[in-house]
């Protein structure tokens, strides 16, 4: 399973009612996901898809087969195809979706995606491509494996502190490499490799430390206005930099997390009123549904509030 805006029109209010009950249902359906309550998620994602039936197709397919419900599954995993999700090796690899793989279906989803490919990646460099996905799977995958031993085994756990130095090691020889491409060809975009063999190089500098986030900001500024690199994934980077460095973040994509509390909490942000704004601009969705998987309600007089008192 993998990881939106806002449509202006006469009859506002309406709208703005249907908008919101699509993102309820998005995000109830995501939480009954993550508690393994997959029947249940694939309800909420059929109330959502009732309001619209273009985004989270690909999660709905993956909930759907974990719910042992393939019929829902394919035509889901179709739509998410005829509406241009084309990521193969996720395809194949997506635990989520084993209980297919034996079903006459799986063969010809595979066929119809793999044409799909055919005629994008008729230019692509495959070689390169190759290479960042195995950079992906890689800086991934063991982040996934710390995540679950912290929520099984605590936060300073010994596992999840081996684990988290493993992940260090991983980090270092991906920053070898990605660096290695960048000094060599620049910020490649999803035109030459595809969309997440390009995601690739920002996940490594977003994993960096300091000093190469900066290094390479520039280049990721460049890469937006041709294009050729996400505006989202700029604006986290340019929040982790400002926090790094003492400043308040812009976006609302930092969040820390208090020992003492045993809670998550946003880190300071410049002009909170207006962080919607700002974050609609980069493809964001609002931040009170995006702290909501950190388990943060979003409150911005209260947030305010906060802020006031930490700096007097």
């Not at 509406?83 to 010809?108: C, S, V, Y």
């Not at 490919?117 to 195995?134: F, G, R």
């Not at 020992?259 to 964001?284: C, H, M, Q, T, W």
Request: glycine share 4%; proline share 2%.
């Amino acid at each position: 399973m993998k990881q939106k805006i806002m449509i202006l029109t006469v009859c506002i209010f309406p709208c703005l009612v249907m908008a919101q009950d699509y993102d309820t249902y998005i995000h109830k359906a995501d939480s009954c996901y993550w508690v393994k309550n997959y029947k249940m998620a694939e309800e909420y994602f059929k109330l959502a898809f009732t309001i619209n039936q273009e985004k989270h197709l690909y999660n709905a397919a993956c909930t759907a087969s974990l719910a042992n419900d393939p019929d829902t599954a394919f035509r889901w995993l179709n739509l998410a195809v005829d509406k241009g999700f084309t990521n193969m090796e996720q395809i194949k690899r997506d635990p989520d979706l084993n209980n297919l793989h034996k079903d006459e279906r799986w063969e010809a989803l595979l066929e119809k995606v793999q044409k799909k490919l055919d005629i994008l990646e008729a230019n692509y460099d495959k070689s390169l491509q190759k290479e960042l996905i195995q950079i992906f799977y890689d800086d991934q995958n063991i982040r996934h494996q710390f995540i679950e031993a912290e929520k099984q085994y605590g936060f300073k756990s010994s596992v999840a502190d081996s684990l988290a130095q493993i992940m260090i090691k991983i980090d270092s020889i991906n920053l070898q490499k990605i660096e290695n491409i960048l000094d060599k060809k620049g910020w490649v975009g999803k035109d030459l490799v595809g969309e997440q063999a390009s995601m690739t190089i920002f996940l490594v500098i977003q994993h960096s430390d300091l000093e190469t986030q900066k290094k390479y900001l520039p280049m990721m500024r460049e890469a937006v206005k041709k294009g050729n690199a996400n505006a989202a994934n700029l604006a986290l980077l340019e929040d982790r930099i400002a926090i790094w460095e003492g400043r308040k973040q812009i976006y609302g994509s930092q969040l820390y997390y208090d020992e003492k509390k045993g809670k998550y909490f946003v880190s300071p942000i410049e002009d909170p009123d207006n962080v919607d704004k700002r974050r609609a601009e980069v493809g964001l969705g609002p931040i009170s549904e995006y702290v909501k998987n950190w388990g943060i309600e979003w409150n911005l007089e209260e947030y305010k509030k906060e802020q006031m008192l930490k700096n007097n």
